[in-house]
């Protein structure tokens, strides 16, 4: 994967020459580059060291030989490489474990102590369901001489649904799928997630609390948040049943909500069932949460490979929200309009973060696809600028694309080709349009899992 | 006016030392540079000049011999200052005419020949409706012989209301209500204002058909696009009855359309009633439209005026767009997290456009109040930022503020006093909970109208 992480660059940079190939080429390269520094394997070398029989976690030392046995749990996306990085590092140390990731990346690392269980992302899945149970079951059996070592990245929340008493899986997969389409954030999401389940919001850190935990935290999440990231299985939570009714009455959902759903929460905020555990909670007495890596690492490395080809390029935030769609209008317009000192030369901007896409159409895409086409809707007519907009883990929405990257040209390809973008993103079929035009970037699962990035260039004006 | 623009300095800067107060100070003396930077004359200076009988309007040159009488219309907040400017330079040449400004300003310059009459703003009224009606009646007047000089600013859709048969005023008054309420844009709002009147979309160029017409437009709109400036009464128009009944549908305004809108677009529709006037009709030969100024010279004012005072300067956009409470929070992020190169300095960013406001609650406020609200929000507990939001024409909504600086120390003197932010914002008070913490800059009217101008900035770390 290291070499050639984009699998299609000769097609993304077909029918182009002179500053706009080196543009797209830029983009391409630097985003690549992003990636690859945020790889967790990259990550955890700088955090996470073995001298001798001390494990040094940043400032942090734990003495392997005060336990009987090291136990590996789980889940995320990413979780699978952060595996086999600490299992190079510990090797025999680790007694047994569990993880769980998507079902496409199951067989990539075979792993001789742990066992490695697919689910379903980003809507979970009995595989999913299952195999949570059995992590629940091997977390319970842990005791004052097992030190735990909890590998965490983004998905893990889907991947590990265990529904708590009455919600149904099936029920749980259909509020997920109505909150993927709401426009709901990730925040949020996890914020409801959390109040149906028997692992997440720190329920997990419970389930572990005679064991001593360290949980190595890979943040998708955008502001690193503890608690939202995989639904924070080992953080504290400092939300309330009452607040996950909010969000589901915020996005006209409430109402429609599987009854089983209901009948927990109302409880819930009846006091009859416990909330999440807060932060005095003795569970998390013995755990140690440390996040390994998040966004600002990927665009810090973007930042610093832009520099070094040369471009005036600002950082902006590894901090972005917002609907795609305006998000990739507004960027476009910034990259046609931004001037800085007397600079004249190439300009690029860098952001990070995940946006959101409101499905109102019956199309295809994802948010980085929505926010490169609309970016390329505000380009149009102007040459020498470009927007690449990728998912750091090459998964963009339910789609088999990492994102894209789109120019001036793009809309007029697809008028040649009789489709017209806007129709396409009104209709959220941004992927249909992007695919027909050649500006889908193509990765697959790439290891890692940090947000989205976004990366523009203007090229000097001769 | 021109010195000590901003009222209220003391008040802005109380309580404030060290660096903190010179960010402030500095925002604050960078937005007054950039407001005096787009004074009607000032723009107008450079743009419309007189050699003998020779009038020179950019590249045009029109001798005021071949024409029996000079008169000026037009209608805008800023548009008793482009006529004072005119008659200085022409003099007695200007034979008649009419202009319709704010009630507030309608005594700030008394013209010799030409009148100057009171209009409701941001919601039209009869006085504005009588006038227009005399406006029309002299265009109506003008022949061959006759040089009009049009002059238009932002506000002039407001000033100018002659609905068209059988709108009603009172029927118009309530949907310009109903659309300020709505989120639409004023691109929107204009679109359906033009299709109920006698004087926009074209129609005045009509009137004016048998005269040669020069109109000088300050520009107020995002874009600067000619139909949508005032609702563009001496441009040709692209749009068509039915893209108003789209529009209202949008925001679900249609159904409650007071009638007599109702029957005259859905008559427009069935082509019972003449479209506005295109871009082929004659009436527009005759006709030479000139932007002397807009949104992005008072951006390039403030950025050199940012840059000088040592600030690593960021001109990001003069076409912002979007819901002000999105955009506030957002920007906030950019100034925290921006990065630059190896400049370790003090950053500034520099944005303009115009901002949206989707009025919820039942409090009082303005989009730049809201924006810097917003971003107080998110700057909490970040010391060495601050920003700023102001309309270039000194009213923010509804409001006798022209906007508002805010920063880490925002939110806790609101607190202090027993006020949340976030409720105030909720409810769209963003002027009740600024006004209360100090943090509202007051103008009063300007003299000028290009739209909003957000300024943020960042002092170095030491």
Redesign the interface.
């Known amino acids: 994967m290291r070499r050639g992480l984009i699998k299609n660059v000769d097609e993304l940079l077909e029918g182009y020459s002179g500053p706009e190939r080196k543009l797209r080429e830029d983009l391409l390269s630097s985003a690549e580059k992003a990636i690859r520094a945020v790889q967790p394997d990259e990550l955890l070398r700088k955090k996470f060291r073995l001298k001798g029989n001390t494990l040094m976690v940043g400032d942090l030392k734990v003495e392997l030989t005060d336990f009987d046995e090291v136990v590996v749990l789980g889940a995320g996306k990413a979780t699978h490489v952060m595996c086999r990085y600490v299992e190079q590092l510990l090797g025999h140390r680790i007694t047994r474990g569990l993880i769980i990731v998507p079902h496409s990346v199951v067989n990539d690392y075979i792993s001789p102590n742990v066992k490695i269980r697919g689910g379903g992302h980003p809507v979970p899945d009995k595989e999913g369901y299952e195999a949570a149970k059995e992590l629940v079951e091997i977390a319970q059996s842990t005791g004052p001489k097992s030190l735990v070592l909890v590998l965490i990245s983004g998905g893990g929340s889907a991947l590990m649904p265990l529904p708590a008493e009455p919600v149904t899986l099936e029920d749980k997969v259909e509020i997920t799928k109505a909150l993927l389409k709401s426009g709901a954030t990730i925040d949020e999401m996890n914020l409801v997630r959390k109040h149906l389940s028997m692992v997440k919001g720190g329920w997990l850190a419970r389930h572990l609390s005679k064991a001593r935990t360290i949980s190595l935290i890979l943040s998708d999440v955008v502001g690193d948040k503890l608690e939202v990231i995989a639904s924070g299985p080992t953080s504290p939570d400092p939300t309330k049943y009452a607040d996950a009714v909010l969000v589901l009455k915020k996005y006209g959902l409430w109402g429609s909500s599987p009854l089983s759903i209901k009948v927990r929460l109302e409880r819930g905020m009846g006091g009859e069932l416990p909330e999440t555990p807060k932060p005095d909670d003795v569970a998390f007495s013995k755990v140690h949460n440390v996040i390994i890596g998040s966004c600002s690492d990927a665009c810090n490395a973007a930042?610093s490979a832009l520099?070094r080809l040369g471009y005036?390029?600002?950082?902006?935030?590894?901090?972005?929200?917002?609907e795609a769609r305006?998000v990739g209008q507004?960027l476009a317009?910034?990259i046609?309009?931004?001037?800085?000192?007397r600079t004249m030369g190439s300009t690029a901007l860098v952001l990070g973060g995940e946006t959101t896409v409101t499905v109102k159409g019956k199309g295809v895409g994802g948010r980085n696809q929505e926010l490169a086409l609309s970016a390329a809707i505000e380009l149009e007519g102007s040459k020498g600028c470009a927007c690449l907009s990728i998912g750091t883990d090459g998964l963009d929405g339910p789609t088999d694309a990492a994102g894209a990257i789109t120019d001036c040209w793009t809309l007029n390809k697809g008028r040649n080709a009789e489709y017209e973008a806007r129709a396409f993103l009104e209709d959220n079929d941004s992927y249909t349009f992007l695919k027909r035009v050649s500006c889908l970037i193509f990765t697959g699962p790439t290891g890692t899992n940090v947000g989205d990035l976004v990366l523009l260039g203007r090229f000097k004006r001769p």
Chains 1, 2 share one sequence.
């Open positions: 930042f520099t005036n390029t600002i950082y902006l935030t590894h901090r972005l929200k917002g305006y507004t317009k910034f046609l309009d931004v001037k800085l000192g």
